[in-house]
Every structure is written in C-alpha cells, then in structure tokens.
Nanobody, 129 residues
Framework: LQLVESGGGSVQAGGSLRLSCAAS????????MGWFRQDPGKEREGVAV??????????ADSVMGRFTITISRDNAGNTLYLQMNSLNPEDTAMYYC?????????????????????WGQGTQVTVSS
C-alpha cells in the first residue's frame, strides 16, 4: 500500500487549502482513512477520519466546521481529500495521510494515530498571520 499526499503550501490566515492523498496497491484492504498532523516537538494528532464507505466522518474539535474530509474511489484505488477553510496559524503542521487495514488488531479510537498502520510522507501546511 502506498499513500502519496499533495496540496500543502503556505497561506495567510483565513485562507484555504485542499489536500489530496492517493492510495494505491492493496487499497481494497483498507477500512479507515484519515488525516493527521504533527508539529515539531508535539505528538501526532488526528484531524479528520472516515471509513472507506464514506458513511460517517469524525473530526477533531479544533477543526470542526472548518475542515471537510471526503473520499473518492475508482479502479486505481482510493483518493482522500481534506478541504481546509478559515485556516489559522495554529493549523500549521506537517499533515499526514493514514490508512488502517481491516486485518489490523490495534485500536486506539478513530482519531488515534496508533490505530493506523500505513502512512504517507506528509505535506507541509504553513499558515501565516
């Protein structure tokens, strides 16, 4: 399984960005995907996740109402998106796409990074005031 993020960049406060994550390989084994972020010196935190059915979404309180996670599926695999609006400097971080395989036995909650076992390389988001 490969996860490749794109769409990060630098914006001013109040601006918007859209992140994408292309999943390829054994993506049919995935049952959850999500976005996580990490600042240097801080723990990685869950931002937004969803099951690959797309039937529900879960958000961190800090991004509720500003970020929207969606997923699309085609023959190549799943593509995960994160639309980020009303960005503020506290949103500055490296953003990672993650996936959880259906066979995984570890569960630390839907927004728990340790619940996910495949990770992309990350894309930097920087919001200036």
């Amino acid at each position: 399984l490969q996860l490749v993020e794109s769409g990060g960049g630098s914006v001013q406060a109040g601006g918007s960005l859209r992140l994408s994550c292309a999943a390829s390989g054994y993506s049919y084994q995935i049952n959850w995907m999500g976005w996580f972020r990490q600042d240097p010196g801080k723990e990685r935190e869950g931002v937004a996740v969803l099951p690959t059915s797309g039937r529900r979404t879960e958000y961190a309180d800090s991004v509720m109402g500003r970020f929207t996670i969606t997923i699309s599926r085609d023959n190549a695999g799943n593509t995960l998106y994160l639309q980020m609006n009303s960005l503020n400097p506290e949103d500055t971080a490296m953003y990672y796409c993650a996936a959880r395989e259906a066979s995984s036995g570890s569960w630390y909650g839907v927004l728990g990074p340790r619940s996910y076992n495949s990770w992309g390389q990350g894309t930097q988001v920087t919001v200036s005031s």
